[in-house]
């Protein structure tokens, strides 16, 4: 039985990832930090009772930034592949958390590296480094691909270009098999509730359902690459399984805008939002609404512009070229566009309608946290 460990398992990737590998018969490590509310929602449903025999999936308490404890689940759990999903994973965040995030993703990667290297597990050990299409930043070509030089724009994708190069100075320096994979973004019903797809969906559907009246968004002309995680995971398995390691750009090929993607997502609740306006003072509006489940007048401001989530440096445009991944890897994603709103916006709408149930009752439900 092979054994994977995970860092970053309570996050979206990590959740999806679990799930793959159980599905192929491994025994399943993950790495979660302690926090002072349950951080495991995402992956609850994979539990196994430790007191149970033959538990195939455990989790040890750790951090990124702390290296005796990474050495020591590495010797513990002698993995055969090692996905280091963990990361302070918020762009705009990272402005705020620059030290930190430079410590977590950037010397992080390097600490799990040395530990490897440190318990001489270098030929015994795949490593998968969670990198990231943030690297290639400010445009330089476009579609991006394996070969495209890198222009960071913030300092999470300053930390990812260490923990990028490290890998391939372990690779290169150690004969590690170590793969970076270059993901462009992926979403899900699993997604932070704080990335724009996930802050879109839910918001539709709390507007649907009566919760909620306008969502605030900042840069509406930012174009993403967005697939969907359970893709994406099977494509970080694929890269571990090959004769030689290497990185790979994992992309769909399709770019959109985040305008777009709002009225994509309220369309699919019956919904039509039109823009109107520049700049900030940019708005969308219902237009019409021929769901008579959702009594959302016509007229309704429900998107504005609030220049408290535009970022310092952005990365406009983002369109990956996954061809090397299609030819050496034989990977497709099978969601498109339209498949992942549709999941997204219905998981959602499920979720919000318990909110709904509630207030019609009678009872107070928690506060949106607007982020
Ligand atoms: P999430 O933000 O959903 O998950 C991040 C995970 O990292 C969580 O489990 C989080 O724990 C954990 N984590 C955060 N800080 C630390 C730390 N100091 N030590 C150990 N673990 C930590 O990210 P995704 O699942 O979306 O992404 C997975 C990885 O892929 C990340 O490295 C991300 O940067 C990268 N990536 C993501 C892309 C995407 O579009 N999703 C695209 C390209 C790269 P907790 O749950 O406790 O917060
Ligand atoms: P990104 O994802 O920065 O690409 O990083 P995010 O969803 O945060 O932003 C995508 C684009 O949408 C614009 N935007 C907003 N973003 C957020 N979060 N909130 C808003 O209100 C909003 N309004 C507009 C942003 O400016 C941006 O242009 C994600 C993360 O998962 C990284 O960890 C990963 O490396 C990259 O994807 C690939």
């Known amino acids: ?4 460990l995970i860092t970053g398992v309570t996050g979206q990737d990590g959740s999806y990832l679990v799930e793959l590998l159980l599905s192929k018969g491994y025994e399943v490590h993950g790495i979660k930090r302690r926090s002072s509310m349950l951080n495991t929602e995402r992956i609850d449903h994979l539990y196994q009772d430790p007191h149970e025999p033959n538990v195939r999936f455990k989790l040890h308490y750790g951090d990124l930034s702390d290296s005796t404890n990474l050495i020591r689940i590495v010797q513990e759990v002698q993995p ?5 999903l963990g990361a302070m994973s918020h762009v705009k965040v990272s402005f705020d958390t620059p030290e930190y995030t430079a410590d977590v993703d ?7 590296l040395e530990a490897v290297r440190i318990l001489g597990l270098q030929a015994q050990t795949r490593i998968y480094q969670a990198s990231t299409s943030e690297l290639y930043g400010l445009v330089q070509e476009v579609p991006q691909r394996e070969t495209t030089p ?3 724009r913030s300092p999470y994708a300053v930390a990812k270009l260490y923990g990028y190069w490290i890998t391939v100075n372990y690779r290169e320096a150690y004969g590690m098999f170590a793969c970076n994979g270059i993901l462009f973004n992926h979403e899900s019903p699993h997604r932070g509730e704080t990335f724009v797809t996930r802050k879109i969906t839910r918001a539709a559907a709390r507007i649907a359902l009566g919760l909620q009246q306008t969502l605030y968004l ?18 970080m398995w694929r890269m571990l399984q090959q004769d030689t390691p290497e990185d790979y750009v994992i992309a769909t090929g399709v770019t959109t805008t985040v305008r777009e993607f709002v009225r994509l997502a309220f369309a699919e609740l019956g919904i039509e939002v ?15 609404c021929s769901n008579a489940e959702y009594q959302v007048p016509l007229g309704l401001v429900v998107v504005e512009v609030d220049e408290a989530y ?3 440096t952005e990365v406009e445009l983002l369109i990956g070229d996954p061809t090397k991944a299609k030819q050496q890897l034989g990977w497709e994603p099978r969601y498109d566009l339209a498949a992942l709103v549709r999941e997204m916006v219905l998981s959602d709408v499920a979720l919000f309608r318990r909110d709904a149930y509630l207030r019609a009752g009678g009872h107070e439900i928690s506060r949106f946290y607007a982020e």
Do not use: C, S
């Not at 950037?106 to 799990?112: H, P």
């Not at 900042?218 to 969907?228: I, M, Q, S």
């Not at 039109?274 to 019409?288: I, L, N, T, Y």
């Open 80 to 84: 055969d592949e090692i996905y280091n």
């Open 218 to 235: 900042g840069n509406l002309d930012a174009k993403r690459d967005w697939g969907h995680a359970k893709d994406y995971v099977e494509a």
């Open 310 to 312: 535009f970022r310092p």
């Open 106 to 112: 950037g010397v992080g990667t390097l600490r799990l």
């Open 1 to 4: 039985m092979k054994r994977a």
């Open 274 to 288: 039109a823009f109107q306006g520049e700049g900030v003072a940019e708005k969308g509006v219902v237009v019409a």
């Open 150 to 152: 890198f222009y960071p």
